[in-house]
Protein backbone atom coordinates (compact mmCIF):
# COMPACT_ATOMS: atom_id res chain seq x y z
CA UNK A 1 0.00 0.00 0.00
CA UNK A 2 1.57 3.48 -0.76
CA UNK A 3 0.30 6.24 1.68
CA UNK A 4 0.36 10.17 1.01
CA UNK A 5 0.07 12.41 4.21
CA UNK A 6 -1.64 15.96 3.98
CA UNK A 7 -2.90 19.11 4.92
CA UNK A 8 -0.02 19.97 7.96
CA UNK A 9 0.79 24.01 8.04
CA UNK A 10 1.16 26.61 10.72
CA UNK A 11 -1.11 27.72 13.13
CA UNK A 12 -1.16 29.81 16.18
CA UNK A 13 -1.61 28.02 19.53
CA UNK A 14 -4.62 26.69 20.11
CA UNK A 15 -5.65 26.53 16.75
CA UNK A 16 -6.85 23.45 14.74
CA UNK A 17 -5.17 21.11 11.75
CA UNK A 18 -6.93 18.17 9.95
CA UNK A 19 -4.23 16.08 8.50
CA UNK A 20 -5.44 13.36 5.63
CA UNK A 21 -3.25 10.13 4.61
CA UNK A 22 -4.82 8.71 1.45
CA UNK A 23 -3.86 5.05 0.49
CA UNK A 24 -3.85 3.28 -2.79
CA UNK A 25 -5.31 0.18 -3.27
CA UNK A 26 -8.69 -1.66 -2.65
CA UNK A 27 -7.09 -3.33 0.58
CA UNK A 28 -7.12 -0.48 3.08
CA UNK A 29 -9.54 -1.85 5.28
CA UNK A 30 -7.34 -4.72 5.97
CA UNK A 31 -5.01 -2.14 7.32
CA UNK A 32 -4.26 -1.07 11.31
CA UNK A 33 -3.07 2.75 11.13
CA UNK A 34 -1.20 5.19 13.08
CA UNK A 35 0.06 8.77 13.32
CA UNK A 36 3.96 9.06 14.31
CA UNK A 37 5.56 12.35 14.67
CA UNK A 38 9.40 13.62 14.63
CA UNK A 39 10.58 16.71 15.64
CA UNK A 40 13.95 18.04 14.77
CA UNK A 41 16.41 16.53 16.47
CA UNK A 42 14.32 14.40 18.53
CA UNK A 43 13.03 10.57 17.89
CA UNK A 44 10.09 9.52 15.56
CA UNK A 45 7.41 9.49 18.46
CA UNK A 46 3.78 7.58 18.39
CA UNK A 47 1.05 9.90 18.52
CA UNK A 48 -2.39 8.28 17.72
CA UNK A 49 -3.72 4.47 15.92
CA UNK A 50 -6.56 2.90 15.10
CA UNK A 51 -8.14 -0.69 14.51
CA UNK A 52 -8.74 -1.72 10.49
CA UNK A 53 -12.23 -1.35 11.22
CA UNK A 54 -12.00 2.04 12.97
CA UNK A 55 -13.85 0.84 15.94
CA UNK A 56 -10.88 0.96 18.67
CA UNK A 57 -8.59 3.87 19.30
CA UNK A 58 -5.13 4.79 21.28
CA UNK A 59 -3.29 7.74 22.03
CA UNK A 60 -0.13 8.72 23.43
CA UNK A 61 -0.69 10.82 26.62
CA UNK A 62 0.93 13.91 25.72
CA UNK A 63 -2.24 14.66 22.82
CA UNK A 64 -5.16 12.53 24.37
CA UNK A 65 -7.95 14.49 24.80
CA UNK A 66 -7.10 17.13 22.18
CA UNK A 67 -6.00 14.86 19.43
CA UNK A 68 -8.99 12.25 17.00
CA UNK A 69 -8.05 9.74 14.76
CA UNK A 70 -10.48 8.81 12.66
CA UNK A 71 -10.58 6.76 9.02
CA UNK A 72 -12.90 6.50 6.09
CA UNK A 73 -12.15 3.10 4.71
CA UNK A 74 -14.75 3.68 2.05
CA UNK A 75 -12.20 6.83 1.26
CA UNK A 76 -9.28 4.90 1.50
CA UNK A 77 -8.30 7.72 4.04
CA UNK A 78 -7.26 8.45 7.29
CA UNK A 79 -7.56 11.17 9.42
CA UNK A 80 -6.19 13.04 12.69
CA UNK A 81 -7.73 15.91 13.75
CA UNK A 82 -5.89 18.24 16.46
CA UNK A 83 -7.08 20.98 18.49
CA UNK A 84 -5.79 22.90 21.18
CA UNK A 85 -2.43 22.65 19.32
CA UNK A 86 1.00 23.20 21.33
CA UNK A 87 4.38 24.70 20.36
CA UNK A 88 5.19 21.09 21.45
CA UNK A 89 3.22 19.65 18.51
CA UNK A 90 5.71 20.88 15.97
CA UNK A 91 6.79 18.24 14.09
CA UNK A 92 6.89 16.41 10.64
CA UNK A 93 3.54 14.02 10.77
CA UNK A 94 4.04 10.81 9.09
CA UNK A 95 0.80 7.97 8.33
CA UNK A 96 1.63 3.97 8.92
CA UNK A 97 0.11 1.00 7.60
CA UNK A 98 0.44 -2.67 9.06
CA UNK A 99 -1.99 -5.36 7.84
CA UNK A 100 -3.40 -7.22 11.32
CA UNK A 101 -6.34 -7.36 13.16
CA UNK A 102 -4.66 -5.94 16.25
CA UNK A 103 -3.87 -2.19 16.95
CA UNK A 104 -0.17 -1.22 16.98
CA UNK A 105 1.50 1.56 18.68
CA UNK A 106 5.05 1.58 18.38
CA UNK A 107 7.16 2.48 14.61
CA UNK A 108 8.76 -0.72 14.13
CA UNK A 109 5.00 -2.70 14.17
CA UNK A 110 4.41 -0.73 10.94
CA UNK A 111 5.88 -1.76 7.78
CA UNK A 112 4.12 1.24 5.00
CA UNK A 113 5.06 4.92 5.98
CA UNK A 114 3.62 7.67 4.02
CA UNK A 115 6.22 10.29 3.15
CA UNK A 116 5.20 13.20 6.24
CA UNK A 117 3.54 16.33 6.45
CA UNK A 118 4.83 19.37 8.64
CA UNK A 119 2.92 20.61 10.75
CA UNK A 120 4.36 23.91 12.84
CA UNK A 121 2.81 25.66 15.58
CA UNK A 122 4.31 28.76 17.17
CA UNK A 123 2.74 32.45 17.60
Known amino acids: VQLQASGGGSVQPGGSLRLSCVAS????????MGWFRQAPGKEREFVAA????????YYADSVKGRFTISRDNAKNTLYLQMNSLKPEDTAVYYCAAVKTYTIVAVSTGYNYWGQGTQVTVSS
Open 25 to 32: GRTFGTYA
Open 50 to 57: ITRSGGTT
